[in-house]
């Protein structure tokens, strides 16, 4: 079997029994399970969650996107090899760690397979947190032009590109469109303030004004267990984004959780530690694919610049990406996956036959 045919690359027509359209995004495919196949694994399987949850199979894949494009590669290379198992299992790893140190829980239920999730439905908080401890990207970008207040907050005058800040910023987003709040415009991703949470806090979801003090709280917590574990293996915690939601538990009580994924190479950025203490940043997350895509196409302005989308969409469809820049990629994620969790990465023969089977015999999930 050729690398190319370890690829998870379309993960949205696995024959799981539901009876909801599929919910398939850039990386991960949502199977909702119907009501009666949810009751019966809470109880089949003794899951921490309310008699009535929704749960659902999330499936993720190899696909790697850039600029809000899907690429491909030479070879029929419809993904990154071990890209999704690396993503699993870094997330795997920091909740798990979350728990063990009484943070708060996440979404996952369940770990059938390395590309698999069983998860409950939560109530989503409508922020994107990102954690910023140095300043680089888009940060530094704004920085270099002038701009010295994100999401109200003011930073210092004398800062240089890829600094570590005086101390952990919080610059929170809008997550989806949201509509008549004051100040916030009607458009996805759009920065916001913390007064903008505290004066709409039922806007975005949150249950209570103490809530905004909760999710702060883990906001730092998780970002700070994440860093210091990181920095054991000579590893840099750049910056981050955390998402939130509400969930109940088996007793009927309603929990703030971490959802989505976390500390991985797609949701932040991590520095090698012996490169960043010689003045040279070394990426081990999704920047390395960023910064190959602006060097291999000779205008690189296509990428960036969102007035030429329909050339960027044409650029991604018409071009596969040498091999060699997708095994870097995949190096990448498979590296730094096995630096965090102290094992080795094991790729699917058949990734999709194996879901399959497992969830046919184990879950009882497929007819």
């Not at 690359?9 to 539901?18: E, H």
Request: aromatic residues 8%; hydrophobic residues 40%.
């Amino acid at each position: 079997m050729s690398l190319a045919d370890k690829v998870l690359a379309v993960n949205n027509d696995l024959p799981i029994r539901t009876d909801a359209p599929v919910h398939s995004g850039k990386v991960r495919s949502v199977y909702w399970l119907t009501k009666e196949d949810s009751r019966r694994l809470i109880k089949e399987k003794g899951y921490n969650v309310h008699e009535d949850a929704e749960l659902a199979v999330m499936v993720i894949s190899d696909r790697i996107s850039a600029f809000e494009c899907i690429w491909t590669g030479e070879g029929g290379m419809q993904g990154v090899p071990g890209k999704g198992a690396a993503l699993n299992a870094i997330s795997n790893h920091w909740f798990k760690l979350f728990r063990e140190q009484g943070l708060a829980d996440s979404h996952i239920l369940d770990i059938p397979h390395p590309l698999v999730w069983v998860v409950q439905k939560a109530k989503p908080v409508m922020i994107e947190a990102i954690c910023r401890q140095y300043i680089t990207g888009s940060m530094w970008r704004s920085y270099a032009k002038g701009e010295r207040e994100f999401c109200g907050i003011e930073i210092a005058d004398d800062l240089n590109k890829d600094q570590k800040l005086p101390e952990l910023l919080i610059t929170p987003s809008t997550k989806g469109i949201l509509k008549d709040i004051p100040g916030v415009p009607e458009v996805d991703d759009v920065n916001i303030t913390r007064n903008d949470i505290v004066n709409n806090f039922e806007a975005f979801q949150f249950r209570s004004e103490a809530d905004i003090d909760l999710y702060e709280k883990l906001l730092k917590e998780g970002f700070d267990v994440i860093s210091a574990e990181l920095e054991k293996i000579d590893q840099v915690f750049v910056d981050t984004k955390f998402e939130f939601g509400y969930v109940t538990d088996a007793d009927g009580n309603e929990n703030l959780i971490y959802m989505d994924e976390v500390g991985t190479p797609d949701s932040s950025r991590i520095w090698d530690g012996a490169s960043y203490r010689e003045g040279k940043v070394i990426e081990n997350s999704k920047e390395v694919f960023r910064q190959e895509l602006l060097s291999h196409f000779p205008d690189s302005d296509i990428l960036v610049n969102k007035d030429r989308m329909e050339e960027r969409y044409a650029l991604a469809r018409d071009n596969e990406l040498p091999a060699a820049l997708i095994q870097k990629v995949s190096d990448t994620y498979v590296g730094i996956a096995e630096k965090i969790t102290g094992e080795k990465l094991t790729l699917s023969e058949n990734p999709k036959a194996e879901i399959v089977e497992i969830l046919r015999e184990q879950y009882g999930l497929v007819d």
